[in-house]
């Protein structure tokens, strides 16, 4: 039984779900989706009598299951009583991103009752906080493709890669469009010398070298990243010792063009040569 792994995967409906079940079935992963809770220690069972042949399995419940999904609590301390260990992996994206999927797609929400899209999207996301407040991961898919989803699932996921190690994601955002909602640890670089009132600055990228050349030429930003990065030296082997497999770092400044993203860069340079594995996203890089 202890050797059966078993990763729910729930989340928001248009969040990806159905891709990440693709790759996971590419892991060697047996997937069922859109299974209802109460058929969950039922199927473990089965798994106890496979004599090994089903030995990880990834198991898709969400909202589609209608009144069934109350039920899924409870299977999973049926699971867990019958001595098997689990995950969660929660996908969700931002609101718009969402909005727009199911517009580019025509699919109808799964509690659609004939209003806009957005009620729809958030009466789900305010079903599923207490699964998500228990979930082992959380993967924001609003900037990801899938070539980009399938990364993270592997890196997450894959035996091979499934060292005891933290995988980050860095993400650099503006605090005029809100917080990460996924964010374990929050850094506000708004202090910073500001590249937007520079002119020949302002529509440039905060990856861009001139803007990089900028920000690092006052003091206050190379005392500020040492000090960012000393805080990470220390928290980072911790969370490892803790098992904590995904973490979210999250840098922002008042529009997140410039000062995060640039931030962002070189937080990534410096994890990435202690060997950490990672990505960077500039969630609001192209917004106005």
Known sequence: MQQVQFLLITGLSGAGKSNAVGFLEDLGYFCVDNLPPSFIPKFAEMCMQSEGKINRVALVSDIRGGEFFSQLFESLDQLENMGFEYEILFLEADDDALVRRFKETRRKHPLAEG????????????????????????????????????????????????????????????????????????????????????????????????????????????????KLVDLLEFLLPHYVKEGKSHLVIAVGCTGGRHRSVAVAEETARFLEDKGFRLSVEHRDLQKV
């Open 115 to 226: 209003g806009a899209i957005s009620d729809s999207i958030s009466r789900e996301r305010e079903m599923l906080s207490e699964i998500r407040g228990k979930a082992d991961n959380v993967i924001n898919t609003s900037a990801l493709t899938p070539a980009q989803l399938k990364e993270r699932i592997f890196d997450l996921y894959s035996p091979e890669r499934r060292e005891k190690n933290v995988y980050v994601t860095i993400i650099s955002f503006g605090y005029k469009y809100s917080l990460p909602m996924d964010a374990d640890l929050v850094f506000d670089v708004r202090f910073l010398p500001n590249p937007h009132y520079v002119e020949h600055l302002r529509s440039l990228p905060g990856h861009d070298q001139e803007v990089y050349n900028y920000l690092w030429k006052w003091s206050v930003t190379h005392k500020f990243f040492q």
